[in-house]
T-cell receptor
Framework: AQKITQTQPGMFVQEKEAVTLDCTYD???????LFWYKQPSSGEMIFLIY??????QNATEGRYSLNFQKARKSANLVISASQLGDSAMYFC??????????????FGPGTSLSVIP | EAQVTQNPRYLITVTGKKLTVTCSQN?????MSWYRQDPGLGLRQIYY???????DKGDVPEGYKVSRKEKRNFPLILESPSPNQTSLYFC???????????????FGPGTRLTVL
C-alpha cells in the first residue's frame, strides 16, 4: 500500500540556520509526484515545492529545496536560512497515477517546525 | 482571484442530521478532492473527482458522499453524521495532468465540523 512517513513529529531550528525535514514514501508506481505543503497556525495549506518521479534534478524554490533520492524513496525538504515565519506544520504528499494523469493523493502525518530567535 | 471556497467555515451539528459542505473553484480545474485532517494523522483523502460525473474513493470514504455535476462544484455530503466525523475538512482542486507542478493542489480555507 502507498504510504508517506515523516519520522520527526517536532523539530526546532535556530533562526538563520538550515533545517532538513525528512520524508520517505512507498509506492510501486513508476510515475508519481512529491509535494511539500506548509500549514501555519492560521490553518491554510500553502504549496512549497514539487518533485516529479522522472525529474533528473532536485527541485528548488527560493529558500526551499528538495533532496530527492529515488532509490532510497526519500524526498527531504531543506529550508535554508530559517525565519521566524517558517514556524508551522509541514506535510509531505504524494500523487500517484499513470504517465499522463494523477489521481490519488496521500499525505504524511506532518512535522511541526519551530524556529527559535 | 483564483481560489477555492468552502462553506460553511464552521459547523456544529448533532448526530444524524444530514449536512452538506460546499466547495467551489474558479480555476477550471478538472481534479477536485476532499480531505479530513486529524491530529497526528495528517490529511486523509475522502473522495476525489477526475472530472464531471467521475468520482472515486480515497482512503476514508465511509460515511461520506460526493457528487460532481458541474466542473466548478464538488459538495461533500454527510447523510448521517457521527461524532467520529468531527474534524477539519479541506477541499482542493488542481489540473489533472501529470509531469510538472501544474498539478499542485489549491486548497480551500477549511471547514471545522463538530458533531455532538
Amino acid at each position: 500500500a502507498q504510504k508517506i512517513t515523516q519520522t520527526q513529529p517536532g523539530m526546532f531550528v535556530q533562526e538563520k540556520e538550515a533545517v532538513t525535514l525528512d520524508c520517505t514514501y512507498d509506492t510501486s508506481d513508476p510515475s508519481y509526484g512529491l509535494f511539500w505543503y506548509k500549514q501555519p497556525s492560521s490553518g491554510e495549506m500553502i504549496f512549497l515545492i514539487y518533485q516529479g518521479s522522472y525529474d533528473q534534478q532536485n527541485a528548488t524554490e527560493g529558500r526551499y529545496s528538495l533532496n530527492f533520492q529515488k532509490a532510497r524513496k526519500s524526498a527531504n525538504l531543506v529550508i535554508s536560512a530559517s525565519q521566524l515565519g517558517d514556524s508551522a506544520m509541514y506535510f509531505c504528499a504524494m500523487r500517484e497515477g499513470t504517465e499522463t494523469s494523477y489521481d490519488k493523493v496521500i499525505f504524511g502525518p506532518g512535522t511541526s517546525l519551530s524556529v527559535i530567535p | 482571484e483564483a481560489q477555492v471556497t468552502q462553506n460553511p467555515r464552521y459547523l456544529i451539528t448533532v448526530t444524524g442530521k444530514k449536512l452538506t459542505v460546499t466547495c467551489s473553484q474558479n480555476m477550471n480545474h478538472e481534479y477536485m478532492s476532499w480531505y479530513r485532517q486529524d491530529p497526528g494523522l495528517g490529511l486523509r483523502q475522502i473522495y476525489y473527482s477526475m472530472n464531471v460525473e467521475v468520482t472515486d474513493k480515497g482512503d476514508v470514504p465511509e460515511g461520506y458522499k460526493v457528487s460532481r455535476k458541474e466542473k466548478r462544484n464538488f459538495p461533500l455530503i454527510l447523510e448521517s453524521p457521527s461524532p467520529n466525523q468531527t474534524s477539519l475538512y479541506f477541499c482542493a482542486s488542481s489540473q489533472r495532468t501529470s509531469g510538472d507542478r501544474d498539478n499542485e493542489q489549491f486548497f480551500g480555507p477549511g471547514t471545522r465540523l463538530t458533531v455532538l
